[in-house]
């Protein structure tokens, strides 16, 4: 049963943003700071990654928990109410990730996944936000196809 109504419900999902996210304005703002330039919401890049380093030929994709479905997450949990609508949303979600990655490994384009109970433990603690910007400045320079932070 949802705890809220189906009004406030439809308006707590019309709320919710593809671009220009908290998490991503937040990682914006970090690599900007440390002297990296990119590209927003690249169409040329499959994916239309939320960030495109051309110089390192990377996408950068921050995934929110929920609708990318992370992992062993707590904040991928799936809600109580029309379980078959949301599970086939997710699923399709989970598709096209995999669909994306093949078509960005095609075209040699590296990428990094960073989820967003990442990007909260960053905000939260200064050397959580130092040791992951640390392997994404690693991961930029490295051979490595991918990372997901």
Same mark, same amino acid.
Not at 25 to 36: E, M, V
Not at 52 to 61: E, G
Not at 84 to 92: G, Q, S, T
């Given at each position: 049963? %949802? ?8 308006? /707590? ?6 671009? /220009?996210? *908290?998490?991503?304005?937040?990682? @914006?703002?970090?690599?900007? !700071?440390? &002297?990296? *330039? ?11 990654? %939320?960030?495109?380093?051309?110089k390192? /030929?990377? !996408? +950068?994709?921050?995934? &929110? ?6 992992e ?9 109410s @029309? ?7 997710? !699923? =399709?979600?989970?598709? @096209? %990730?995999?669909?994306? @990655?093949?078509?960005? =490994? ?5 990428y990094? +996944?960073?989820?967003e109970?990442? +990007?909260?433990? $960053? ?9 992951? $910007?640390?392997k ?6 490295? =051979? ?6």
């Amino acid at each position: 049963m %949802d705890t809220v109504s189906k009004e406030q419900r439809s308006r /707590n999902m019309a709320a919710i943003q593809s671009k /220009n996210t *908290r998490p991503e304005i937040y990682l @914006r703002k970090l690599l900007f !700071a440390r &002297g990296y *330039r990119y590209g927003l919401n690249s169409k040329s890049v499959p994916g239309h990654p %939320d960030l495109y380093l051309r110089k390192y /030929n990377t !996408a +950068i994709f921050v995934h &929110g928990c929920y609708w990318h479905r992370h992992e062993g997450c707590k904040y991928a949990y799936t809600p109580k109410s @029309r379980m078959e609508f949301w599970e086939k949303k997710f !699923a =399709a979600n989970q598709r @096209r %990730d995999v669909v994306v @990655r093949r078509e960005l =490994a095609e075209r040699n384009v590296k990428y990094a +996944i960073v989820w967003e109970c990442t +990007i909260k433990k $960053m905000e939260k603690d200064s050397q959580e936000k130092e040791h992951i $910007m640390g392997k994404l400045e690693n991961f930029l320079i490295s =051979a490595e196809k991918s990372v997901e932070l």
